[in-house]
């Protein structure tokens, strides 16, 4: 039977399905409006309902139970409930109104045909799929259904699985009517056959903009601004903030350095005499591991050492000090080959007879079938050949001495475990080590007095940004800047540093925060500015505007100046070389000696004249004239070829817009990172 547990463990593969269905990025223009209705503030918009803090909460601690819990957790997996959760509540806000009010639903008799089979769900397959066989197994929902009627738990988990699979059918379907409605015409697939099929060579005198001195000319405040206003969908922007910080690094001094070593050198003289090694290592921060190794996984140094029976180290290793003892060592085989029935722990009687069976000669695979519960029952009960260091060590314990057709029974957490050893290789040294390790750190004296310089630092940088970079002199740290966007849950350049984004959401411009942990080290903030607007302003982007004008001019300036009859004349006139080019095709962004240049690789695949010079095209990186010396046609591309082509890449750029346009129409005003 489909298990809970086993559910969760499925579920991130639901996530990524419902995810790059559903609601696929996530959002591009937002703005940053905060609203509050006492204790529960909004933290987003969609499609003009206000996101509470309670709702979001609600509904991210639903997807996080149905992942497990808190059973398996880090900030990999805690931003990726985020997200899903962001995503269910714009389905159910945007998504699922829309495709109701269009009349697109799923029918009872579609959704039979999704439980059976019949018409495959990709998140009832991820559930309830055999794991052994990779076939949708209607038994094991079955099961689970059963299970359901008195279980809560499951009853509410089958009602999340069941609305997550309704929304991918409608989404699909809703998709299925987009892509019906993408064409490709005669016209078309007629060019695209003759991009395909066509490749040109000639000659290009160039002349680069870098060439051409920015003293000749002069960009004008007007100019700058109707080159802006014409292009200003070039400049359009996210709401952000933006922070100058700085990082008190809390690294150990030399006087830590020293203390540590005299530590280290005191405990490996313990360690080096210590009769019980395991109590010892248990008590000086160290590790017994759970499996034994051979000679060929340990360093060379270690291996000298420890299977000389001799302690290894200490040594400094990548700013740890490590040593070594060897716990207990064993012959035992490299390699080892394993069948396995496995039984739950209340099952000791049928445990012992099944083995009694087994030793006098039953069919391991037969009983592996008929009785075990682990997913390996299916294959006989196969483990495979593995090494034996890559047995934990209470299997280890039991299969030392274990040899070819040994049949071994070991109790194991919940589970007892048939075991037959099919194979097993010859016996070579193996040893369990425990370890002490002793990372290099900066001493709690160093911490408190590199945190109180960062509290200094504090004070003295508050009232401006001209203070904080005042202070940042005087304090020798340097001052860095990073703009936040919204949707973003940490600083780039900082891991970790999600209360420094909620810290700068809540803060006004000009304040300094307070002292932020981030890794070892100290962080101190100031918001710089507050940018709500849906562009960039004229001043924030005055280089780039410049350089383009700049660009412009001397394009003017360039193409003027060409002179000539032929390129070898143009190329004389702007003093530069003829390049040549060969077996051109429209599909290239990239000319040998040319560079990336897309306008002009347009510009002569959409040559039909051989032998004529072009008119200049303005490249990238400067002005281009060419001639065309020879176009040669093959018949690589079909026009029946084409047609697929052209209609499948209409079809997945039509599918794709409209996702993007259901998050345009819904008006999402993403607010969660100042608060999750």
Request: charged share 25%; proline share 2%.
């Amino acid at each position: 039977m489909a298990t809970l547990n086993t559910l969760r463990t499925k579920f991130g593969i639901v996530l990524s399905i419902v995810i790059a269905l559903a609601l696929l990025a996530f959002i591009l223009s937002l703005k940053t409006e905060m609203g509050f209705s006492g204790n529960n503030p909004k933290v987003g918009e969609i499609a003009g309902d206000k996101i509470t803090y309670s709702e979001f909460y609600d509904e991210y601690e639903l997807t996080k139970m149905q992942n497990g819990g808190n059973d398996v957790y880090d900030e990999a997996s805690e931003e990726r409930i985020n997200a899903a959760a962001w995503q269910s509540l714009i389905a159910r806000h945007a998504v699922l109104p829309g495709f109701e009010r269009l009349g697109l639903t799923v029918t009872d008799a579609e959704r039979i045909g999704m439980l059976s089979g019949e018409h495959l769900s990709g998140v009832y397959y991820s559930f309830f799929a055999d794991p052994a066989t990779g076939e949708y197994d209607v038994a094991a929902l079955a099961d689970f259904l059963a299970a359901a009627d008195n279980n809560p738990q499951l009853g509410q988990t089958w009602k999340y699985i069941n609305s997550q699979a309704v929304l991918e059918r409608e989404i699909t379907k809703f998709l299925g009517l987009v892509r019906g409605g993408a064409y490709v015409n005669s016209l078309e697939v007629a060019d695209g056959v003759r991009n395909a099929n066509r490749t040109f060579s000639g000659k290009v005198a160039y002349k680069s903009y870098a060439s051409v001195p920015d003293s000749l000319f002069k960009v004008s405040t007007s100019e700058a601004k109707r080159y802006y206003k014409e292009h200003k969908n070039l400049y359009k922007q996210q709401p952000s903030r933006t922070i100058n910080y700085v990082v008190f690094d809390v690294d150990p001094t030399a006087e830590d350095m020293e203390a540590l070593e005299s530590t280290v050198y005191a405990r490996a003289d313990e360690f080096a005499v210590a009769d019980d090694v395991k109590s010892f290592v248990r008590q000086n921060r160290g590790t017994v591991e759970n499996n034994f190794v051979s000679r060929a996984q340990l360093s060379t140094a270690e291996a000298e050492a420890l299977m000389a029976g001799k302690m290894y180290g200490p040594v400094l290793e990548n700013d740890v000090w490590k040593m070594a003892r060897v716990v207990e060592s064993r012959n035992v085989p490299d390699s080892i080959g394993l069948r396995h029935v496995v039984l739950s722990y209340s099952e000791e009687a049928l445990a012992d007879s099944l083995m009694t069976v087994l030793k006098n000669g039953g069919d391991f695979a037969r009983i592996a079938a008929d009785y075990s519960i682990a997913q390996t029952a299916v294959a006989g009960g196969e483990l495979g050949v593995m090494p034996f260091s890559a047995l934990p060590k209470e299997f280890a314990d039991e299969l030392s001495a274990a040899k070819k057709g040994d049949k071994v029974k070991v109790v194991s957490g919940n589970v007892i475990q048939l075991i037959d050893v099919y194979r097993a290789d010859k016996p070579s040294k193996h040893i369990n080590v425990a370890r002490i390790e002793y990372p290099v750190e900066a001493s709690s004296a160093t911490k408190r007095a590199v945190h109180n310089a960062a509290s200094s630092f504090a004070v003295n940088a508050k009232g401006s940004v001209a203070n904080f970079s005042a202070a940042a002199d005087n304090a020798a740290v340097t001052t860095r800047t990073a703009a936040i966007y919204n949707g973003e849950r940490s600083v780039r350049g900082l891991d970790k540093s999600h209360e420094i984004v909620r810290w700068a959401y809540g803060a006004d411009k000009g304040d300094v925060s307070e002292i932020f942990n981030v890794g070892k080290d100290y962080v101190v903030a100031i918001l710089t500015d507050i940018d709500n607007n849906e562009y960039r302003s004229l001043k924030s982007v005055q280089n780039e505007v410049y350089n383009a004008v700049m660009r412009d001019k001397k394009y003017e300036y360039i193409a003027a100046s060409a002179e000539g009859a032929d390129v070898e004349a143009v190329a004389e006139s702007f003093g530069t070389a003829v390049t040549e080019f060969d077996n051109l095709s429209n599909s290239a962004y990239y000319i040998p000696q040319v560079g990336f240049e897309p306008r002009l690789v347009g510009a002569v695949t959409a040559t039909e004249e051989i032998g004529a010079l072009s008119a200049p095209v303005k490249g990238s990186s400067g002005v281009y004239l060419f001639t065309v010396e020879d176009i040669a046609d093959s018949e690589a591309q079909t026009a029946e070829a084409e047609q697929v082509r052209r209609q499948s890449a209409a079809e997945g750029m039509a599918q794709q817009a409209a996702m993007f346009a259901l998050q345009e129409l819904a008006k999402v005003k993403d607010l969660r990172s100042r608060y999750f």
